[in-house]
């Protein structure tokens, strides 16, 4: 089992940048593939990008696809998203997921544990 802690949200204005963190504790975190989801008031959660267990292989929304970038750190058991060029779509809720399967996944089903999530507001 492994537990997630989000962090670095925060309002910003469009054009502006943020980094979120998500820290693991609890079983290896190389162990797990890993995600960043997001939720919009009123909409379902969507997947921003997720990252397999060595971080060489991602994979992006393509309403991110060229602002956001997924990365991780083993070593301190840390998962990243940078966020550029923000835009008021981007307000939600950020989630960070990690996942026992083998590679990257974007089927939310397939992610075991779940952060708290961190809120992020760009506005215009």
């Known amino acids: 089992q492994v537990q997630l802690v989000e962090s670095g949200g925060g309002l910003v204005q469009a054009g502006g940048s943020l980094r979120l963190s998500c820290t693991a504790s609890?079983?290896?975190?190389?162990?797990?593939?890993m995600g960043w989801f997001r939720q919009a008031p009123g909409k379902e959660r969507e997947l921003v990008g997720a990252?397999?267990?060595?971080?060489?292989?991602?994979y992006y929304a393509d309403s991110v696809k060229g602002r956001f970038t997924i990365s991780r750190d083993n070593a301190k058991n840390t998962l990243y998203l940078q966020m550029n060029n923000l835009k008021p779509e981007d307000t939600a809720v950020y989630y960070c997921?990690?996942?026992?399967?083998?590679?990257?996944?974007?089927?939310?089903?397939?992610?075991?544990?779940w952060g708290q999530g961190t809120q992020v507001t760009v506005s215009s």
């Open positions: 997921a990690a996942s026992t399967k083998i590679g990257v996944t974007t089927q939310y089903a397939e992610y075991n544990y």
């Open positions: 609890g079983r290896t975190f190389s162990s797990y593939a």
């Open positions: 990252i397999n267990w060595s971080g060489i292989i991602t």
